[in-house]
């Protein structure tokens, strides 16, 4: 199971990468593993500012539907228009290819709340 140890991580199995005041999200490789062959990604709030946790879209693989939840509050500026035609991406390269968007967060604080990979892999290994 692959957890780069420079991303943040949530409890909800997305990872964060910090780059300035932009945060790019996705899913972790466990929860792509866990989810199965991914069919379809939808995000439909672009442009919307939601609160940390708030739903920001779906993820749908063959067997079932996931809400995917914002880990920091903030605007979302852009969304991987490239999972449209390919959303095995988020299986096949989660934290490359298969990232689904980014956000420019509000408050840099939040980021204090989020798991680092060591605590990440203690949560999926039970």
């Given at each position: 199971m692959n957890t780069p140890s420079?991303?943040?991580?949530?409890?909800?199995?997305e990872w964060i990468k910090i780059e300035g005041d932009?945060?790019?999200i996705g899913i972790t490789d466990f929860a792509q593993s866990e989810l199965g062959d991914i069919v379809y990604v939808e995000v439909d709030t672009l442009d919307e500012t939601l609160d940390?946790?708030?739903?920001f879209g779906t993820v749908e693989a063959v067997k079932t539907v996931s809400d995917l939840f914002l880990p920091?509050?903030?605007e979302i500026i852009e969304f991987n228009e490239g999972l449209?035609?390919?959303?095995?991406k988020v299986n096949s390269d989660p934290y490359g290819?298969?990232?689904?968007?980014?956000?420019?967060?509000s408050d840099a604080s939040q980021i204090d709340k989020l798991l680092s990979a060591d605590d990440y892999k203690a949560l999926i290994s039970g």
């Open positions: 420079e991303l943040k991580y949530t409890k909800d199995h932009i945060a790019t940390m946790e708030e739903v920091l509050s903030g449209e035609d390919e959303p095995e290819d298969g990232w689904m968007i980014k956000l420019k967060f």
